[in-house]
Nanobody, 124 residues
């Protein structure tokens, strides 16, 4: 079992930055693929970024490329999402998710565990 807790969300002006954290319990967290997803009101949950077990491979949605950076510190059981140059359209609840055998990183159903989410609001 893995429990995930997101933090770091908040209100920021357009062009600003936030760093989200996803803290995990469980000694085997380092073996999990971790993804970040977001969901805006009235919209489906969408993929933002993912990272493999050792951080060597990273994947981004087109909307995140060049602005967001995913990283992980397995010694701290934590995955981060650094978000720069934020836009109002980035406003959403951000969720982290973990899975062992994730065949399609951009698909939510491939992940086994989910956090409760953290709200990110970007004002114009």
């Amino acid at each position: 079992q893995v429990q995930l807790v997101e933090s770091g969300g908040g209100l920021v002006q357009a062009g600003g930055s936030l760093r989200l954290s996803c803290a995990a319990s469980g000694r085997t967290f380092s073996s999990y693929v971790v993804g970040w997803f977001r969901q805006a009101p009235g919209k489906e949950r969408e993929f933002v970024a993912a990272i493999n077990w050792n951080g060597a491979s990273k994947y981004y949605a087109d909307s995140a490329k060049g602005r967001f950076t995913i990283s992980r510190d397995n010694a701290k059981n934590t995955v981060y999402l650094q978000m720069n140059s934020l836009k109002p359209e980035d406003t959403a609840i951000y969720y982290c998710a973990a899975g062992v055998n994730v065949l399609r990183l951009s698909t939510p159903r491939g992940y086994d565990y989910w956090g409760q989410g953290t709200q990110v609001t970007v004002s114009s």
